[in-house]
C-alpha cells in the first residue's frame, strides 16, 4: 500500500480540453450506511450521481433483531432510498442487481436493464453471513440481513408456539419452545436476550398450555467468549445479563451440523423450534466482479484514500472493503466505518472532481463499540471509556433512536420503546398467511 | 323462518342430571369483527370458550388499503388474537385450519390436531373475494382481504414504477405506470383514490423519468355507478373527486379476461402494471362444512337468533351469515353488522346457558355507511343524514382511530396520519427482497 499520491486517478483532462463539457459520472453501488453516505456527500453538487441498490429501500441494520422479535416494523426501521435521496437533484437512483463490471469500458453491467457507465466507481455492497461453506444449513439457520430474513425469523418463532400449545406430546413441546442462537457477537447476543424477554412474556400472558421450564434458549459460541470484540469486563456483564435472562450461554463449542429442527454442537444434539445464525459474516462477492481472489473472506484491499488497490476509478468501503486502521489491523465491520468511510469519500471525490484537491488518507474516529442484552442491559466500550447496565442501555436507545434516519420513524420508534416499556407487550407479533410456505430469499437466486 | 321459541336448543340439562358438572363448551370458528365480539362478551364467564383461527392476527381490516399503498405497516393494524383475548381466563386461542364438523358427535374437525368438542358453536369466517367463476384471475388481480395480499399489492405497485424507472420503452413505460382497479364498491373506490394520490406524489418528488402524464389509474365496474350502496348524491359527489385525483371511472363495463400484465372490459384492452380485484365477495366456504347448498353467495341462513337453521347448537354471524333485516332484506356484508351480531349472540349465550333466559330476536342498528375517496374527500350515510367532503372526511377519520382496538395502535395510526397530511410521504414503501418470487397465498393452499 503506497503512500504516495496516485496521478493516474486524475482522468479529468485539463479544461480547455473537455468539449463537449459533461458531468463527471460517479456510480454508487449500495444503498447502506456507507453508500448513502457519499451519495449524500455529492448531493446538489455538478456531478452526476447514481445509486444502485437490489432493494428499494434502506435499511437500519442494527435494529433488525427488533423486527425479528416482534417488537418493531419493518417499515420502522427502513425507509425508501429514493425518499432519502430524493432530495439530491443530481442523483438517481436504480433498483437493478449488478451482474458485474466492465473495467475496460468503464461501466456496471446490470440484469435486465442497461449497462451504467461511470468515470468514478464506489463499491458499498456490504457483508452476507458466512455459513463456512455449510451453506444448506441457510435454510435452517437464518442469518438476520434483511427485512425478508427478519420475518422469517418472527414467523418460525411465534410459529413455533403456537404449534407448542396445540402439541400434546411433551418432548415436541419442549423442542418447539427451544431456540437455539449460533455466534455470540453483537447480533446474536442481542437475538438470544431478545427471544429470551419475548418468550416468557408470551407464555406467562398469552398461552395456556404453556410452562415457562419448557422454555429455553441456547446461545452457541465457538470461541471461548461472547462478544470477542469488548474487553473482558464487558463480555463477563453480558454473560451474567444473559443468563439472569434465562439464555444458556456455551461457549467453546463447534457446531457440526444443523437439520430442519435441530442442532449438534461438540457432540450433543439440541432439538429445537427455532435455529437462528449469527457466526460471521464475509463480505458480498463483489470482488468476483473484479476478478480478485477471496481472500480475507471476500473484502477488497483499498489504500488509504480507499481506493481498489490496482485500480484508478473505483473505490471500496464498508464491509467489504478491507482497509487499515492506523494500527495496521483491518478495520472491523461497524456501520460506523461504512459512514465514516462514506462521509471522507464524498468530500474526498467532491475535492478532486471539483476542485482538483488530493484527499488527505482517511483516518477511523472509533465512536464506541456497542451491544444490548436486554431490559436495562447494555454495553459500551469507548476505548478508554466503559459503561454497563442500566445508563448504558439508555444510552444504547438514544443513540438508536438518533441515529434512525428519518423524522417519522424516530418518533415512532421512540413511542413503541416507551408504550412496550411500559407494558412489555410487543406490538408486531404477526404471523403471514402462508407461513407454512415460506424459504429463506437467498436460496432462491444467485449470490449477486 | 319461524319466530316460535326453539325449546331443543336449551342442551343444559336440569342441574340434578349434571355429574361431573363441566363448564358448557362454546367454540367460536373466526376471530374477526363477529367472532371476536362473541369472545369478548362471554369472556372471564364460567363458560370454557375456544377461539379457532388459521390466522394468529384479528385484522382491521377497513384499513387494509392503506398497507396496499404504502402508508399504514401491517403491524399497524393488526392485533394478535391472543393479546386481545389474553384477559379472559376462560378463553383458549389455537392456530389451527377447521376442516369441518361433525355435527353427530358436536365436535370441529381441525387439520393437523385433535377435534374440539363444542356444546355450541360459533361460525364467523367472513368473506372472500369472487371471482365469478374465473379464479385463475385471483393470481393476476389479487384481492385485499389478508395482510399478504396487501403486501403483495404494495409489493407490485412499487415495483412497476421502479421499472418503469429503468425502462426505455415508452409503451411499456405507460403500462407499467397503470393500475386497473376492477369493482368500484367501497374497498375498490378506496384503492384507486389512494393508488392515483401516491402514483402522482411519488411521480413529482421520488421519480426522474416518469412523467405524470403516464400514470392512469383505472376503476372498472360493471353497473351502472359505483358504491351502488349509496344514495345517488353522494355518488356522484364520489364520482366527481375520483376524477379529480386523475381516476377514470369506467362504469357498466365487463371485465371479460385478466392475464399477467393487460385487462379485457368491453372489449377493450388494457395494459397495466398492476392490477386489482374488488369486485364482489363470497361468504367463506364454511357452508360446506354444514352439507349446505352454496346457494345466496354461499351464505348460511340463520334465524332471528342466528342460529343456522335446521340446526339447534350452531349460530353464524357476520359476512359468512345470511340474517335478514326489519325490512325483509338480507343484511349487507359489513364490519358493523358482525360486530352487533357477535355483541347480541355473546349476551344471548350468556343469558341462556347461564341463567336459562331466551333471548330477544337480533336488531340491526345502521350506525351509517362510509367510504373514503382520498384527502379530504369522504361520503357518509346515516339513512336519514349524509354527509361528504371535508367533514366527513375528519369524521371517518376519527370513526377509524377510534375502532382500531388497542391503544397504541390507534396512538402510531394517529401520529403516521397527521406526519403524512402534513407531509404528504408513505412512510411504508417497502419491496421485499424476493419480490420476485412472490406469489399470492390463496393460490397455494386449500380453500378452507
Same mark, same amino acid.
Given at each position: ?206 398461552? *395456556? #398450555?404453556?410452562? =415457562?421450564?419448557? &422454555? /429455553?434458549?441456547?446461545?452457541?459460541? $465457538?470461541?471461548?467468549?461472547?462478544? @470477542? !470484540? ?126 482538483? *484537491? #488530493?484527499?488527505? =488518507?482517511?483516518? &477511523? /474516529?472509533?465512536?464506541?463499540?456497542? $451491544?444490548?442484552?436486554?431490559?436495562? @442491559? !447494555? ?70
Amino acid at each position: 500500500m503506497s503512500m504516495t499520491p496516485d496521478t493516474s486517478a486524475l482522468s479529468v483532462p485539463p479544461l480547455q480540453e473537455r468539449k463537449p463539457q459533461r458531468p463527471q459520472r460517479v456510480v454508487i453501488v449500495g444503498a447502506g450506511f456507507g453508500g448513502l453516505s457519499v451519495a449524500k456527500a455529492l448531493g446538489n453538487s455538478v456531478l452526476d450521481v447514481t445509486v444502485i441498490d437490489r432493494r428499494n429501500h434502506n435499511l437500519f441494520q442494527p435494529l433488525l433483531y427488533q423486527v425479528a422479535t416482534a417488537a418493531l416494523s419493518p417499515a420502522d426501521i427502513a425507509e425508501p432510498i429514493r425518499r432519502t435521496l430524493g432530495r439530491y437533484h443530481n442523483i438517481k437512483v436504480m433498483l437493478a442487481e449488478v451482474t458485474g463490471i466492465d473495467r475496460v469500458n468503464h461501466q456496471v453491467l446490470l440484469n435486465q436493464a442497461n449497462p451504467v457507465p461511470y468515470d468514478r466507481l464506489i463499491i458499498a455492497t456490504g457483508s452476507e453471513y458466512n455459513y463456512f461453506g455449510h451453506d444448506e444449513w441457510r435454510a435452517f439457520a437464518p442469518g438476520l440481513k434483511t427485512i425478508h430474513e427478519a420475518r422469517l425469523i418472527r414467523q418460525r418463532l411465534l410459529l413455533a408456539f403456537e404449534k407448542a400449545e396445540l402439541s400434546r406430546d411433551p418432548k415436541e413441546k419442549k423442542a418447539l419452545l427451544t431456540s437455539v442462537v449460533i455466534g455470540g457477537g453483537p447480533t446474536g447476543v442481542e437475538m438470544a436476550g431478545a427471544i429470551a424477554e419475548l418468550g416468557r412474556f408470551m407464555i406467562t400472558r398469552d398461552f *395456556r #398450555k404453556l410452562a =415457562p421450564e419448557d &422454555f /429455553r434458549v441456547v446461545l452457541i459460541e $465457538a470461541g471461548p467468549k461472547i462478544l @470477542a !470484540a469488548f474487553p473482558d469486563d464487558l463480555t463477563d456483564y453480558a454473560h451474567a445479563e444473559l443468563e439472569k435472562l434465562g439464555v444458556e450461554v456455551q461457549t467453546g463449542r463447534m457446531v457440526e451440523s444443523i437439520t430442519k429442527d435441530s442442532v449438534i454442537a461438540s457432540g450433543e444434539t439440541i432439538f429445537a423450534g427455532n435455529i437462528l445464525w449469527g457466526a460471521g459474516v464475509k463480505a458480498s462477492p463483489a470482488f468476483r466482479w473484479l476478478g480478485l481472489d477471496p481472500k480475507a473472506g471476500g473484502r477488497i484491499p483499498v489504500g488509504p484514500d480507499l481506493r481498489v488497490e490496482g485500480t484508478s476509478d473505483i473505490y471500496a468501503i464498508g464491509d467489504t472493503a478491507l482497509g487499515l486502521g492506523e494500527d495496521g489491523k483491518p478495520l472491523p465491520a461497524l456501520a460506523q466505518v461504512a459512514k465514516q468511510q462514506g462521509e471522507y469519500l464524498g468530500r474526498a471525490l467532491r475535492n478532486e472532481l471539483l476542485e482538483g *484537491r #488530493k484527499p488527505e =488518507p482517511f483516518r &477511523f /474516529r472509533n465512536r464506541g463499540n456497542t $451491544a444490548v442484552i436486554g431490559r436495562h @442491559a !447494555a454495553i459500551f466500550d469507548f476505548g478508554k471509556r466503559r459503561l454497563k447496565g442500566r445508563v448504558a442501555w439508555l444510552l444504547w436507545a438514544i443513540v438508536h433512536v438518533y441515529l434512525l434516519v428519518n423524522f417519522e420513524k424516530r418518533l415512532l420508534v421512540s413511542i413503541q420503546w416507551l408504550w412496550r416499556y411500559a407494558t412489555r407487550q410487543r406490538g408486531a407479533r404477526l404471523i403471514d398467511e402462508n407461513a407454512g410456505n415460506i424459504v429463506p430469499a437467498t436460496t432462491q437466486r444467485s449470490e449477486t
